[in-house]
């Protein structure tokens, strides 16, 4: 089972790093954080992407849709602070 999780953790990670330069050029980042049991990532959006007023559209429309677009049995993206 850490095997799997382990795969679906650098498949997530890998999506990251395709979007990951578009949120560097605008000062910003993003930290994964987990992948848990149930299929939902958890993320942390640092420099200016924390607390930019389009942070959830740039979660939900950009972050969610490049990771499902990678691991499709992804459920949910969310961040925490």
């Known amino acids: 089972m850490e095997e799997a999780k ?14 990951r330069p578009y949120l560097q050029a605008d000062g910003g980042d ?7 049991e ?19 559209q740039t979660l939900k429309g950009g972050v ?4 499902k677009r990678v691991v499709p049995q992804i459920i949910e993206v969310v961040a925490i602070d």
């Open 38 to 56: 149930d299929y939902v990532v958890t993320v942390r959006l640092q420099g200016s992407c924390y607390g930019c007023p389009m942070s959830l």
């Open 6 to 19: 382990s795969e679906l953790y650098k498949e997530v990670e890998s999506a990251l790093n395709e979007i």
């Open 30 to 36: 993003i930290e994964l954080l987990d992948v848990s």
């Open 64 to 67: 969610e849709v490049a990771i």
